[in-house]
């Protein structure tokens, strides 16, 4: 079935590591993106990328850094930059071009900081 | 900032249809109304979309007022399923910076 994997679903760090959490998708979709979610929060777009090797910042990309080397994956690193780390990190994407283009989510990230 | 202002929380008698309000005052034409829901730790899903006609599909109706700056969404039979956050965004076709607000608490009440 098609759809967007993200791993690992759990992810305890120390302080000043830096972590990677991966995002792929087999749906063949051009866009990609990344959001943060507090408790009781909505999603904050934290970078988004349109095409292969090619990306954009969000609202608050501070302290996070992405890459789009192949089409189906979009990798985010949260590092030590970070200061508040402990959130949970959903991945999407979505077709591009002429008509509506619906977001497909992942099952999520939950990364908390020890 | 979100487009759309939506309240914060709202309840619903189990059985009873579920009419959720999403403003939208600044929307331009080429923009489509969309709607999600996250059930609690989960990542959201799509529900229905709209551009200028009202829409029906099997989760839900959306009602889009003849000016476009508001919406309603419609869940005819609520369930305590249902019970999650809805976001109601608008986005253009060739917009990828997509922005979502807090959304609407739903609360079944059984």
């Known amino acids: 079935d098609g759809g967007i994997t993200q791993s690992p679903k759990y992810l305890f760090r120390k302080e000043g590591q830096n972590v990677t959490l991966s995002c792929e998708q087999n749906?063949?979709?051009?866009?990609m993106y990344w959001y943060r979610q507090d408790p009781g929060q909505g999603l904050r777009l934290i970078y988004y990328s349109q095409i292969v090797n090619d990306f954009q910042k969000g609202d608050i990309a501070e302290g996070y850094s992405v890459s789009r080397e192949k089409k189906e994956s979009f990798p985010l690193t949260v590092t030590s930059a970070q200061k508040n780390p402990t959130a949970f990190y959903l991945c999407?994407?979505?077709?591009?071009?002429?008509?509506?283009?619906?977001?497909?989510f992942g099952a999520g990230s939950r990364l908390t900081v020890l | 900032d979100a487009k759309t202002t939506q309240p914060p929380s709202m309840d619903c008698a189990e059985g009873r249809a579920a009419n959720l309000p999403c403003n939208h005052s600044?929307?331009?034409?080429?923009?489509?109304v969309y709607w999600y829901r996250q059930i609690h730790s989960q990542g959201p899903q799509y529900i229905i979309h709209g551009l200028k006609n009202n829409e029906t599909n099997e989760m839900a109706s959306l009602i889009i007022t003849e000016d476009r700056k508001s919406s309603t969404l419609i869940l005819p039979h609520a369930t305590l399923r249902d019970t999650a956050v809805y976001y109601c965004?608008?986005?253009?076709?060739?917009?990828?910076?997509?922005?979502f607000g807090k959304g609407t608490r739903l609360h079944i009440l059984p």
């Open positions: 600044t929307i331009s034409g080429n923009e489509y």
């Open positions: 965004i608008v986005r253009a076709h060739r917009d990828d910076k997509i922005i």
């Open positions: 999407a994407s979505s077709m591009r071009g002429s008509g509506a283009n619906v977001l497909t």
């Open positions: 749906l063949n979709h051009d866009a």
